[in-house]
Structure formats: structure tokens, C-alpha cells
């Protein structure tokens, strides 16, 4: 596999953009509706990544019906809508690195956040403008880790999949890069590192948002 890709393909959350902070108070407002007490921001970390509806599924724990879920995950979700522009930010160096990349490559975005809210949080932070398409967790019928998302941005860049390098921060995007067999960059810049990340495999693994840049020029 060559390391030097056709085009790049971000993860959004925890990859370009600090969105702990306000994934936790809709998780606590969420909670609190029910009359369940606020859990931490660390602890709601450890349950993104995979998509809504397991992010409340883990926020709620055992003991809630499927139609309880359902309700509940569409009031995160109203909740989350109001609130994820409030203290969100892209990550220290990542608009000057997508200036660099941008120049360079064709760039994408594949996130297991739902495609309304990534545009969204794009639009408010002024990142749109630098992807040429994004595909949220809601695009297709599945999501990350299965790779159809990664084949139908190479399809939509006219590219082979496996000249795209996708660019995240867990093992999810991991996962998701090998099964379409693309090359796969880790950041270790974003939410706390869980221990098996160490084992993960990458082709390239960068601690700044200016490593990945230089490393790409």
C-alpha cells in the first residue's frame, strides 16, 4: 500500500474537532429529563464514536426498553441540535493543516455523527468549505467500521478506495480504513487514548495537527 494517497477522508469527532464538552451536557440534560444524576465528561467519552443511538443506550445503562431508547435518544438529539455549537472547537493546528492538506488533496469526511449535525458544526466552525464531501453516520444503511462509506467517497471522488487515507483517532477508524483497504492515519491529538489503541495498526500515526501536514507535503 502506497502511504502517499490520492485523497484524504477525516473523522470528525475527537480527528478535527474538540466536541467533548457539548456531547456531555446534552447527555446530562438528556439524564436529567429522566431523573438520573450527571456522569462525567470522561465517562461520556468512552461511549462515543460508534453512532447516537449506542452513545445513549451506554449514557442510560441497563434496564431501558427499546421504545424507551428510542425516546430518549430523540430528545439527546433535540437537545444535542441546540447545544453543539456552544463550547465545540476544532482542535489546535487543524485549519492550518486543511489549508495545507487542501492544496494538496482532495479532502473528505466520514463520521459516525449524523450528516445534519456534522454540517452543522462544519457550517458554525467555518470548515465546509474545505471538503468536497461528507457523509455522516446517517448517510447509508450501516456505518464505521463497515467501510461503504470510505467506498462510496472514493466512488463520488472517482478514485480507487484504496488511494484514499483515512484520518482518525480510534480504533473504529481503524478498523474501518482496513476493511475497505485503505491506508489509515492515527491522531493521537484528540480524546483520551483508550489502552487498546496502542495495538492498533496505522500507516502513519501524528501527535500535531502540523506533523500530519508536514508528513503529507
Wanted: aromatic share 6%.
Amino acid at each position: 500500500m502506497e502511504l502517499r494517497p490520492a485523497a484524504l477522508v477525516f473523522d470528525l469527532d475527537g480527528t478535527l474537532i474538540d466536541s467533548r464538552r457539548d456531547i456531555t451536557t446534552a447527555i446530562n440534560r438528556m439524564r436529567a429529563e429522566l431523573g438520573l444524576p450527571a456522569i462525567l465528561l470522561e465517562t461520556v467519552v468512552t461511549m462515543v464514536g460508534e453512532g447516537a443511538r449506542l452513545l445513549v443506550e451506554r449514557a442510560l445503562g441497563p434496564g431501558f426498553t427499546p421504545e424507551q431508547v428510542d425516546r430518549a435518544l430523540a430528545r439527546y438529539l433535540e437537545i444535542y441540535w441546540d447545544v453543539c455549537l456552544e463550547q465545540t472547537h476544532p482542535y489546535p493546528g487543524v485549519g492550518a493543516m486543511l489549508v495545507a492538506l487542501g492544496g494538496r488533496y482532495p479532502l473528505a469526511l466520514l463520521s459516525n455523527k449524523g450528516e445534519a449535525l456534522s454540517r452543522r458544526i462544519l457550517d458554525g466552525l467555518g470548515l465546509t468549505p474545505f471538503f468536497r464531501e461528507i457523509l455522516g453516520g446517517d448517510s447509508l444503511p450501516t456505518r464505521k467500521p463497515d467501510p461503504a462509506g470510505l467506498r462510496v467517497l472514493a466512488e463520488r471522488l472517482g478514485l480507487p478506495v484504496e488511494r484514499l487515507m483515512l484520518v482518525g483517532d480510534t480504533w473504529i477508524d481503524a478498523e474501518t480504513a482496513h476493511n475497505a483497504g485503505s491506508a489509515f492515519a492515527l491522531v493521537e491529538w484528540g480524546f483520551p487514548r483508550p489502552p487498546k489503541l496502542d495495538e492498533v495498526k496505522a500507516d502513519l500515526k501524528v501527535a500535531t495537527a502540523a506533523e500530519l501536514a508536514t508528513a503529507l507535503s
